[in-house]
């Protein structure tokens, strides 16, 4: 058995690095040393295909950090098999900052969008798997608000994979559904309450 604390700092730990590295690749060329406020202007506007892919980065690591902490077990130690499980979660979520850099790079190129597109549904469809697999899970608005986050994510990532047939470079824009989940959720509460 494992502690459900420690497999929280770890993906505490995991979360907060993956989402760090992200931005190693928003960066100027080495080579480039601007004359004027102009072309240093230009410079970092020219980043913009950059900091797409990283601002969504960002904020799919943060719905599914905050859809993790969300999920709630009464136990408070995990057997063995649920474990490996979340450790594959984790390691599909560190290769975030990998997938990223690929899309940021190379998002005119459909296999790029095929990269990180399927990287995101599979780390969509894990957290599915994980959440069946939670024992004496929680019920409630929590749970529902995770299935829901995992539902977009896996959505969003099939938007992305059909639109890069149409064009890649548009294709990005299919994971902005996942930032629209947040407001239909508060949304639907004050419809309800």
């Known amino acids: 058995m494992f502690a459900k ?3 929280d700092a770890l993906t505490d730990g995991v979360f907060a690095v993956a989402m760090t590295l992200l931005v190693l690749d928003v960066r100027l060329p080495e080579d480039f040393h601007p004359a004027n406020d102009g072309e240093l202007l230009h410079g970092l506007v020219s980043l913009w295909p950059k900091f797409l892919p990283y601002v969504l980065s960002f904020g799919v690591l943060g719905l599914r950090w905050i859809a993790s902490i969300e999920i709630r077990s009464r136990n408070e130690h995990f057997a063995r098999n649920y474990v490996n499980w979340w450790l594959l979660y984790l390691l599909l979520i ?3 900052p990998f997938s990223t850099i690929v899309v940021g790079r190379y998002a005119h190129f459909a296999p790029a969008i095929w990269l990180y597109a399927g990287h995101t549904l599979l780390i969509a ?3 599915m798997r994980m959440v069946a697999l939670t024992p004496e899970i ?3 608005d929590r749970l529902r608000q995770r299935q829901t986050s995992s539902a977009f994510l896996a959505g969003s990532s099939l938007l992305a ?3 890069s047939f149409v064009d ?3 294709a990005l824009w299919g994971f ?4 629209t989940q947040p407001v239909l959720e508060r949304w639907r509460r004050t419809k309800v309450g």
């Open 125 to 127: 469809l894990i957290s």
């Open 94 to 96: 560190t290769f975030v």
């Open 161 to 163: 994979i059909v639109l």
């Open 176 to 179: 902005a559904l996942n930032f």
């Open 138 to 140: 929680e019920r409630g």
């Open 5 to 7: 604390t420690r497999l």
């Open 168 to 170: 890649p470079r548009i």
